[in-house]
Every structure is written in structure tokens, then in C-alpha cells.
């Protein structure tokens, strides 16, 4: 589910395990995990970005143990990019710093057990 920039909202359906949708100009978006760890994929990754970038507030996962919720906390400065590009990368290696996460001004919330 997911909100636009209009205050449109929208709820999507798809197979068991996967959901795929064309990227969307969207404010805040929340999806739900088949595990039951809200662990971001690659393509929650990139999402997660897109929305950032496109000066929207975060995504939510949320999954049987908990959810995960990354919220932006200040807008996207130009130096932000590089940053958000190396989180991009290290998930590519198989890392997902916070850190990075952080530098770039997104706020964690993990609720999960």
C-alpha cells in the first residue's frame, strides 16, 4: 500500500512470496514480507531510495516478528546521493549498513524480535 503526492492512496495484490510493481512518484509506502524477518531485498532497497529521492518520507516493511520503518528526516542534499548510491552497493556484497543509512539523514525504527 502506498501514498501519492496527491493524497491518493493504493493497495496492490500479487503471488504468494512477490508483489511487483512499476516504480510510482509515491510519498510513503508499506509492504508486507513473506518471512518473518522485515529484512529489505534488493528491490525494497531501491525503492526505499526512490522515494527518498523523490522527496517522499519512507517505506515500512512489515513481516510476522516486527516491521522495519525508515523514515527520511530532513530533505535529500546533493552530498546525500553518493551516500545513497554506496547503500545500493554495499547491499550488493551482501552488507546493509545503518550507518550509511544514518549519514544520509534516514531514521531507523526496527520493532522486530
Same mark, same amino acid.
Given at each position: 500500500?502506498?501514498?501519492?503526492?496527491? &493524497?491518493? *492512496?493504493?493497495?496492490?495484490?500479487?503471488?504468494? &512470496?512477490?508483489?511487483?510493481?512499476?516504480?510510482?512518484?509515491?510519498?510513503? !509506502?508499506?509492504?508486507?514480507?513473506?518471512? !518473518?524477518?522485515?529484512?529489505?531485498?534488493?528491490?525494497?532497497? +531501491?525503492?526505499?531510495? +526512490?522515494?527518498?529521492?523523490? *522527496? &517522499?518520507?519512507?517505506?515500512?516493511?512489515? @513481516?510476522? !516478528? *516486527?516491521?522495519?520503518?525508515?523514515? *527520511?528526516?530532513?530533505?535529500?542534499?546533493?552530498?546525500?546521493? @553518493?551516500?545513497?548510491?554506496?547503500?545500493? +552497493?554495499?547491499?550488493?556484497? &551482501?552488507?546493509? !549498513?545503518?550507518?550509511?543509512?544514518?549519514? @544520509?539523514?534516514?531514521?531507523?525504527?526496527?520493532?522486530?524480535?
Amino acid at each position: 500500500m502506498g501514498v501519492l503526492f496527491d &493524497g491518493k *492512496g493504493f493497495i496492490a495484490e500479487g503471488d504468494t &512470496g512477490h508483489v511487483k510493481l512499476p516504480f510510482l512518484h509515491e510519498c510513503f !509506502s508499506a509492504h508486507t514480507h513473506p518471512s !518473518s524477518q522485515p529484512f529489505p531485498s534488493e528491490r525494497d532497497i +531501491k525503492t526505499i531510495i +526512490k522515494i527518498l529521492l523523490d *522527496g &517522499g518520507l519512507g517505506h515500512s516493511i512489515e @513481516a510476522s !516478528s *516486527g516491521s522495519l520503518i525508515l523514515i *527520511g528526516s530532513r530533505p535529500i542534499k546533493l552530498e546525500d546521493l @553518493a551516500t545513497l548510491r554506496e547503500i545500493e +552497493k554495499e547491499y550488493e556484497k &551482501g552488507r546493509l !549498513s545503518t550507518q550509511l543509512f544514518a549519514d @544520509a539523514g534516514v531514521k531507523i525504527f526496527n520493532s522486530s524480535t
